[in-house]
């Protein structure tokens, strides 16, 4: 027979044993709690910086703004036409509750009164065209036309493919475009 010491040793272990276990279902639920926690104030945080940039006054179709969500960190990235329209971008995602950093990488296109001539006619091309003439419709279009020094690219979604394949092609045949990059997604 066990002495009394080895009788509450053993029970001690038996008990040991059983606390992790249970400190480990109880922690679940609650990590799985604070993982929605999270991931509910993400998306919060992420559709809060989308409607920023969209809010902001000079940002047209000729203006791509894209950015990146890690924790309490945006990163911007995209191009501009207009040198205030990046300040502005990174002074309005600061004024966000819940972001500490803002790192701005968005390029500002070189001014070329060639590449505005480029970006308008490219635009009457895509918008004008009767089965992409839908999308001019929205207050900020979804194709983006992004013009630097003769080489355009597409940016934004569209709702099939033929649509995405259509601007491409109406994108090329613009005199003066030296390339088209087609960076259009196809989004329902």
């Known amino acids: 027979m066990k002495n009394k010491s080895e009788v509450l040793f053993t029970a001690m272990l038996i008990i040991a044993s059983f606390v992790p276990f249970s400190n480990s279902v109880a922690a679940g639920p609650q990590d799985e709690k604070r993982q929605r926690s999270e991931t509910k104030y993400r998306e919060k945080l992420i559709k809060e910086v989308r409607h920023q940039l969209v809010m902001l006054p000079y940002y047209s179709v000729f203006d791509n703004l894209a950015y990146k969500v890690e924790g309490d960190k945006v990163t911007l990235f995209g191009q501009v036409t207009r040198p205030s329209l990046k300040s ?12 500490a950093s803002v790192v701005n990488n968005i390029e500002v296109l070189p001014v070329s009164p060639m590449d505005d001539q480029t970006r308008r006619a490219v635009y009457r091309a895509i918008y004008g065209d009767a089965a ?3 999308y001019a419709i929205q207050a900020v279009p979804p194709i983006h036309i992004i013009v630097n020094n003769g080489n355009v690219t597409l940016e934004g979604a569209v709702g099939s493919e033929s649509d995405r394949n259509l ?8 005199p003066n475009v030296f390339s088209v990059k087609n960076n259009l997604i196809v989004a329902p």
């Open 88 to 99: 502005d971008a990174e002074a309005a995602v600061k004024s966000i509750e819940g972001v």
């Open 132 to 134: 992409l003439s839908r």
């Open 167 to 174: 601007a491409n092609l109406r994108a090329s045949q613009v």
